[in-house]
């Protein structure tokens, strides 16, 4: 079985320029999540879809972020613009249902805004 | 809102040695789950709990959930060098009904032969 697929695997930028990041969840998988993890920190979660709707945007700094899985398979995140303190790894995570399941991670799209 | 606390922040620990760490939330939970992350890697998950007071183990790996449901520890045995790695715990709020995790800060191991 596949697991989550994250890409870029690594990305730089300038502040105030823009970025997106592309996850495809494990085939099946009904839930996906972005959540954003700072250096020595746990992750945080920025968004949840079940399927092709959001149930969870609170920690999502919607001012410049902005996600979309629209055909509740595969999902983009995007920043615009970034800050300097947007610096991180941004992890994709799928799960079969929503409640009580397993979270599998993709390997993470590590962010540096110079 | 939820929070989930996680100490010690960092484990020094001697090859063959136990510790424990350990997670606090502020709010009583459904279930905790346990995720291991490797230097340069992703969470990996390890084990969920979900019964107040249950006791789970994996070879030299015990995890246990408190009574109240609000805390929770982990046990490593006799601690070899492929432990090393930082060990996150995450609760999801009995009132969460659509399985959101908050995780805490994660308790960073490092093993010295």
């Known amino acids: 079985e596949a697991g989550v697929a994250q890409s870029p695997r690594y990305k730089i930028i300038e502040k105030r320029q823009s970025v997106a990041f592309w996850c495809n969840p494990i085939?099946?998988?009904?839930?996906l999540y972005w959540y954003q993890q700072i250096l020595g920190q746990g992750p945080k979660l920025l968004i949840q879809?079940?399927?092709?709707?959001?149930?969870?945007d609170s920690q999502l700094p919607k001012d410049r972020f902005s996600a979309e899985r629209l055909k509740g398979v595969d999902s983009t995140l995007k920043i615009q613009p970034a800050k300097l303190e947007d610096s991180a790894v941004y992890l994709c995570a799928s799960s079969l249902r929503k409640l009580a399941d397993t979270q599998y991670f993709g390997p993470g799209t590590r962010l540096t805004v110079l | 809102g939820q929070q989930v606390m996680q100490i010690p922040q960092y484990q020094h620990v001697q090859e063959g040695e136990d510790f424990t760490t350990y997670c606090n939330s502020s709010?009583?939970?459904?279930?905790i789950q346990w995720y291991k992350q490797r230097p340069g890697g992703h969470p990996v998950f390890l084990i969920q709990?979900?019964?107040?007071?249950e006791v789970k183990k994996q070879k030299r790996l015990t995890f246990q959930f408190g009574e109240a449901k609000k805390n929770s520890s982990l046990h490593i045995t006799a601690t070899q060098t492929t432990d090393v790695g930082t060990y996150f715990c995450?609760?999801?709020?009995?009132?969460?009904?659509?399985?959101?995790?908050?995780f805490g800060a994660g308790t960073q191991v490092v093993v010295t032969p």
């Open positions: 085939s099946g998988h009904a839930t």
């Open positions: 879809f079940q399927n092709n709707g959001v149930v969870d």
């Open positions: 709010t009583t939970l459904s279930n």
């Open positions: 995450a609760g999801q709020g009995k009132t969460d009904s659509w399985g959101k995790l908050q």
């Open positions: 709990l979900v019964k107040s007071g």
